[in-house]
């Protein structure tokens, strides 16, 4: 099977998260939209720094002259710490922008498994 090419990621991912949010009203959608794209760039560098993460891991050594040298925290790792700050908050975001209310459906299957387990 062919890997997928990363432009055709990105599109399929957007177009997953516009299904998300297609309950968001128009206008709120026209605001949210390039957070979208957004949340979809954070994913793929997240990816990356991740791959790179593995290789490199979250401790890395230094010295700085002859006698002074140490471990600390990996390049990396700070920057797939703050990528993954960023996303958290971007998603926490789009969430916000969702309609409370949860679709009738799935309310009646909740409430019917609730109902048939009661004792």
Do not use: W
Not at 27 to 42: S, W
Not at 77 to 99: D, E, M, Q
């Amino acid at each position: 099977m062919r890997p997928i090419k990363p432009e055709n990621r990105v599109k399929r991912r957007i177009k997953e998260l516009r299904k998300i949010f297609e309950a968001v009203d128009a206008d709120k959608l026209k605001l949210i939209d390039p957070m979208i794209h957004q949340v979809t760039n954070l994913e793929i560098q997240m990816e990356k720094l991740l791959e790179d993460l593995k290789a490199v891991g979250f401790v890395e050594t230094y010295q700085n002259g002859d006698n002074q040298f140490g471990t600390k925290e990996s390049t990396v790792s700070r920057a797939y710490s703050g990528v993954f700050k960023n996303y958290v908050n971007a998603i926490r975001t789009l969430l916000s922008c969702l309609p409370e209310t949860a679709p009738p459906e799935v309310e009646d299957t909740l409430t019917e498994f609730i109902r048939s387990h009661k004792r």
